[in-house]
């Protein structure tokens, strides 16, 4: 009960419109002096664990990934790949969105654009491919499906966070989940192939082709190469990843001063923020842990057996990335299903995989879902057919849940 009416305040203050980090923050002082037994005498023990959660470090990797995914965002590497890809071909429909599923795999969301609600950049992706001749309602769901997959898609930063928080390998993460992404990019280009058009076209139009941004295609090979070979660590890699940004960015003359600066200003905000939803996401779990929630979680599972906690975990989970957003999601309920699994034994990398598919499917669900509500927001297209859209395109990600779980 106790838990129930903690999580109810946390949306209540997300509805009122505070931020993230104010609410949970706000949410976590509230459970731990009026719903715990907590006392001066604990602090020792809450700021150890808050310690500790900080020196992981896979932090260093986060940090980095995300200065990387500005760099990449403001030089709008991805756009140029996916102009340059269509362009080599006329800018015809198919290979419009060949090359959005192509620039979505060699430039997945690394700047937390889904963790943090900024989704600009599927609007821009509608954008092109309506350019192309793509029917307005299938370039919407196409962005949406396209922005699920760059979520799931190695090295997103998504499923980093997700490595720290459920104590997992960060490559054993990516090499899991890169054969589920690109099934559901194989699948996003079936559906596409017979997927309405428009006969306004953008072939009659001399299309620039940018040579240089097809050696992003090397980006993901080698970071995850040097990952697994074992190299580099992910700090490291992201690292490298950085340095070849700021050289590419050089060699195609779009890396500026006010770009750079741009991209640290951004990198420090967000750094900041999934900072602060660390701290005080310990503080929850902390008060939490006082209450017995997680011995009770525990017991729930056992009584429940493996796949009635399956299924009421993934409801959960994706209930709450729809209404609250990834950032809850991950770090409030991510550490409470870690619990709820291991007590009836399901592989908890089996668990990541179906625990960050179903998250992002979240983000879908019409008409809280973040990304729905940012390609709903200023369409052209009438409510019922954006919402055709985006749950046609949705139908990817949730067939890869489904094989994910069956397998």
């Keep these: 009960m106790t838990a129930a009416i903690i999580f109810l305040i946390l949306i209540g203050l997300l509805v009122f419109g505070l931020s993230v980090p104010v609410a949970l923050g706000a949410t976590s002082l509230v459970s731990l002096f009026f719903f715990s037994d907590f006392s001066l005498t604990s602090a020792p023990i809450l700021g150890m664990r808050i310690a500790d959660a900080m020196q992981d470090h896979v932090l260093g990797a986060i940090v980095l990934f995300l200065f990387y995914g500005r760099l990449c965002a403001g030089m709008e590497i991805r756009n140029r790949f ?77 499923l980093i966070i997700l490595a720290f928080v459920f104590e997992e390998s960060v490559f054993r993460l990516f090499e899991q989940m890169l054969p589920w992404a690109l099934i559901a990019a194989a699948l ?16 009659g139009t001399k299309l620039k082709i940018e040579w240089l941004s097809f050696l992003w295609v090397l980006a993901p090979i080698w970071i995850l190469g040097l990952i697994g070979a074992g190299i580099l660590t992910p700090a490291e890699a992201a690292a490298f990843a950085v340095a070849f940004a700021l050289i590419l960015g050089a060699l195609l003359r779009q890396l500026s001063g006010r ?73 409030v309920v991510g550490p409470l299903a870690l619990l709820a699994i291991l007590a009836v034994g399901i592989d908890p990398i089996d668990f990541t995989i179906a625990f960050a598919l179903v998250a992002t499917l979240g983000l879908l669900m019409p008409p809280v879902g973040a990304i729905f509500a940012t390609l709903a927001v200023g369409t052209l297209e009438s409510m019922r057919r954006t919402i055709t859209g985006v749950i046609y395109f949705s139908l990817p990600i949730a067939i890869v849940i489904a094989l994910a779980l069956w397998g």
């Design 82 to 158: 996916a102009t340059s890809f269509s362009a080599l071909f006329g800018g015809r429909r198919i290979a419009a969105t060949i090359g959005e599923i192509l620039a979505s795999l060699i430039q997945p969301d690394t700047a937390g654009d889904a963790l943090l609600q900024r989704n600009d950049d599927a609007a821009a992706t509608v954008n092109r491919l309506r350019m192309a001749g793509t029917a307005g309602w299938s370039a919407l769901g196409q962005a949406a499906g396209l922005a699920c997959l760059r979520v799931v898609m190695p090295p997103g930063i998504v």
């Design 188 to 203: 996003i280009l079936l559906l596409a192939i017979p997927a309405g058009r428009i006969p306004v076209s953008q072939r």
């Design 259 to 331: 770009i750079l600066l741009r991209a640290v200003q951004d990198s420090l905000y967000d750094i900041g923020a999934i900072f602060l939803v660390i701290v005080f996401a310990s503080v929850l779990s902390f008060a939490l842990t006082y209450e017995g929630f997680p011995m009770m979680l525990g017991d729930w599972s056992e009584v429940a057996g493996p796949p009635a906690a399956l299924a009421g975990i993934l409801v959960l989970t994706f209930v709450t990335s729809a209404i609250t957003g990834l950032l809850v999601t991950l770090f």
